[in-house]
């Protein structure tokens, strides 16, 4: 069993261009969260998704990132017209509908030149 | 709104016993959880606490107090590979998000 798989694990952008990150959750699992972390700082919240439903975003900023789960396909948080702020570890975690706990994957590290 | 505090970092050594605190302030409280996160790993379920008391696993043991929004992550006989940043984190309500602290960097030493 597959656990949370995100890619890329490692994505360069220069500042203006848009980045893409993909987070596959584990079977069966139907809740998508996506977190970032700043060196030596906690996980910040940031969007919790089910299928083709955002739950709760209010961890989003208000422009430029936007996520979606689509029915089919893996869960996509977009950042466009990146700046060198947005350079951190982002990371999805899954979890069943009565599920206790989080399962995260790998990250993506996110640099922006 | 939440606030979730714990202390920044922490030093013990090898074989010894150490004791990460947590406390919060939520609206709604169902289930504090632990993780550890290596140095750029993901991170990794430790422990998970609904009701008042102590769950032991283990090495590790974590304890709730709902009426004083305080836990605490014990952890024996240390070992070098502990040294980690151990995240504590609440839900608030069933299929909420899970809010994280700011996470303990704890080094262990020879």
């Known amino acids: 069993n597959a656990g949370v798989m995100q890619n890329p694990r490692h994505l360069v952008r220069r500042r203006g261009q848009e980045a893409r990150l993909r987070c596959s959750p584990m079977k069966g699992h139907s809740h998508v969260y996506w977190y970032r972390q700043l060196p030596e700082e906690g996980l910040k919240f940031m969007v919790y998704l089910q299928k083709e439903n955002i739950i709760d975003e209010s961890g989003m900023p208000k422009e430029r990132f936007s996520a979606e789960f689509p029915k089919e396909g893996p869960s996509i948080l977009r950042i466009q017209q990146v700046v060198r702020g947005d350079s951190a570890a982002y990371f999805c975690?899954?979890?069943?509908?009565?599920?206790?706990?989080?399962?995260f994957g790998s990250g993506t590290q996110l640099s922006v030149l | 709104g939440q606030n979730i505090d714990q202390p920044t970092e922490m030093t013990a050594t090898e074989g010894a016993i150490v004791q990460i605190n947590c406390t919060y302030q939520t609206s709604g409280f169902n289930g504090l959880f632990w993780y550890q996160q290596h140095a750029g790993e993901a991170p990794t379920f430790l422990s998970y606490n609904v009701l008042d008391g102590l769950e032991e696993k283990g090495r590790f043991s974590s304890f709730l107090s709902r009426s004083k929004g305080y836990s605490y992550l014990l952890l024996k006989e240390l070992q070098m590979k502990d040294s980690a940043s151990y995240l504590c984190?609440?839900?608030?309500?069933?299929?909420?998000?899970?809010?994280f602290g700011p996470g303990t960097r704890l080094s262990v030493l020879p």
């Open positions: 975690a899954s979890s069943p509908p009565a599920g206790e706990k989080l399962f």
């Open positions: 984190a609440v839900r608030e309500y069933y299929g909420q998000n899970f809010v």
